[in-house]
């Protein structure tokens, strides 16, 4: 449940700067502002005008940048409380950051991911025509990581699975340490003096 | 001088083994040597001369740091520190880095490798070789010697390749312990390609070093779930060498921090002679030439 918390609420972030880099970008253009408003609104609940009241303060702390009408848009996106948005306001700022600037007419921006307390998350958003259609989350937790991890474990093999060698392919011999009597027996003391 | 396919001799194709040329010498109570691709046939005796020099820097290196170190001998500072006679704090700035590097080690590996002996005494012979492999390395790089091969006592490290300018790693093999005589399987260290991930060090451990610097087989449990033999690949060849150091004194528990913890790849004899490995040690990545 906290896990799910912290996602949508690093995903209201994202939305919160995305939006309002769009609305610093156009401040002239004030029909843009509106747009963009509205698009995110549609993600979840529609509600603009109470949204605006909840979130300027979510702004505020968060960006200085952001507009009021930009912040508006971001509790739109289903969290529902104010206070949620506002735990999550610092997680969400690195991944929305680059997306923001990158996000001028369309297509699809991958934010960096971001370390939270719930893990690495990065979101991916789709703009088009300076509108959000869409925000989905890349990468949630470090579970890929971690099978990576898992992937370099030492795990139980027979002896022909391993690269079978004759000492004529190779150039060195690793064992545990020699002494200087045993090395004279040993197959190092062969290559080397083979080499000499 | 170029080269000329004589008649009576096979053509010889690029797949060829490399020729080497090496040379030893006995240091910290075992024997390293020094292997570097055998030259052109343009200049036979520079080429000699240049290895002899290097083998020359590479040994005072480490009889320079066996002077410091080793306790076999009365003379040395570790043994004046081993006696109480020299505190610590008050030893050279060389033993002092060691020292520190060696406990280091001792927290990243949750205590498996310790630079005590149970009676307390400090004893860095369980990096002591590795810091002289590194710091050989150091030099040889200084020397200006691209490829090259140095192998003390059974742990390597290299640069380069044996084919100078081309991609061909160094082939390592690494001895059954059950049978000396004998290799269980080969590991590419160096060369250019990406086969072994930047590997240029393989480190290995076993039983025939209990008692010098494995103390902490108590973290066993019990005889059947050791190791007779571990062997590390890594980048580096400190990393390599406390690794397979902690991993015989710590067993599996070790073994799973060390691939979990370092980019390593890790081969491990058990006493009942079953393999364990990492994907590295697993055939088709170890193909390569």
Redesign the interface.
């Known amino acids: 449940m906290r896990l799910r918390a912290g996602i949508s609420a690093a995903l209201a972030s994202a939305a919160i700067l995305l939006v309002g880099w769009q609305a610093g970008a156009h401040v002239a253009d004030s029909n843009a502002s509106g747009v963009t408003t509205s698009a995110a609104g549609g993600t979840g609940t529609g509600g603009t005008a109470t949204a605006g009241g909840t979130a300027s303060d979510t702004g505020s702390t968060t960006n200085g940048t952001t507009g009021s009408s930009a912040s508006g848009s971001s509790s739109g996106t289903g969290v529902g409380s104010s206070s949620s948005s506002g735990s999550s306001s610092s997680s969400g700022t690195g991944a929305s950051a680059k997306a923001g600037a990158s996000a001028k007419a369309g297509g699809t921006y991958a934010g960096q991911a971001v370390e939270t307390r719930f893990g690495t998350v990065q979101v991916q958003v789709t703009v088009k025509a300076g509108v959000i259609t869409d925000v989905t989350a890349l990468h949630l937790t470090d579970q890929e990581q971690r099978s990576v ?1 898992i ?9 022909s ?20 009597d045993a ?1 004279l027996t ?4 062969a ?2 003096a083979a ?2 | 001088m170029q080269p000329i396919s004589s008649p009576g001799g096979p053509l010889q194709s690029d797949n060829k083994e490399p020729r080497l040329r090496s040379r030893i010498f006995t240091s910290m109570g075992t024997v390293v040597s020094l292997a570097v691709p055998a030259a052109p046939a343009t200049a036979p005796q520079a080429a000699v001369d240049e290895l002899e020099a290097a083998t020359a820097v590479v040994e005072k290196l480490f009889n320079g740091l066996d002077r410091t170190f080793s306790l076999y001998r009365p003379d040395s500072e570790a043994s004046a520190v081993a006696r109480g006679e020299l505190a610590l704090t008050d030893a050279s700035a060389d033993m002092r880095r060691l020292y520190v590097e060696a406990s280091e080690w001792r927290t990243l590996t949750d205590g498996a490798f310790t630079a005590e002996r149970p009676d307390g005494v400090v004893d860095l012979a369980g990096i002591v070789k590795g810091h002289a492999m590194r710091e050989a390395g150091t030099s040889l790089l200084a020397l200006g010697l691209k490829d090259w091969c140095l192998n003390a006592g059974g742990d390597v490290l290299v640069d380069g390749s044996p084919t100078p300018s081309s991609a061909r790693p160094w082939l390592a093999g690494v001895v059954d312990p059950a049978d000396r005589t004998t290799l269980l399987t080969s590991f590419p260290l160096g060369g250019y390609s990406l086969v072994n991930a930047g590997k240029r060090a393989l480190a290995t451990s076993g039983t025939s070093e209990r008692g010098h610097h494995i103390w902490s087989a108590g973290l066993q449990g019990g005889q059947g779930a050791g190791f007779l033999q571990v062997s590390v690949a890594s980048a580096d060849i400190v990393t390599a060498d406390v690794l397979a150091t902690a991993i015989m004194a710590g067993g599996a528990r070790t073994l799973a921090l060390a691939t979990a913890r370092w980019d390593v790849e890790v081969l491990a004899v058990k006493n009942d002679g079953g393999l364990l490995a990492t994907p590295g040690f697993r055939k088709p990545a170890a193909q390569n030439s």
């Open positions: 991890q992937s370099n474990r030492a795990a139980p093999l027979l002896r699975e391993v690269l079978s060698a004759q000492s004529a392919n190779v150039q060195t011999i690793g064992g545990a340490t020699v002494t200087s090395y040993s197959l190092q003391a290559l080397d080499h000499f």
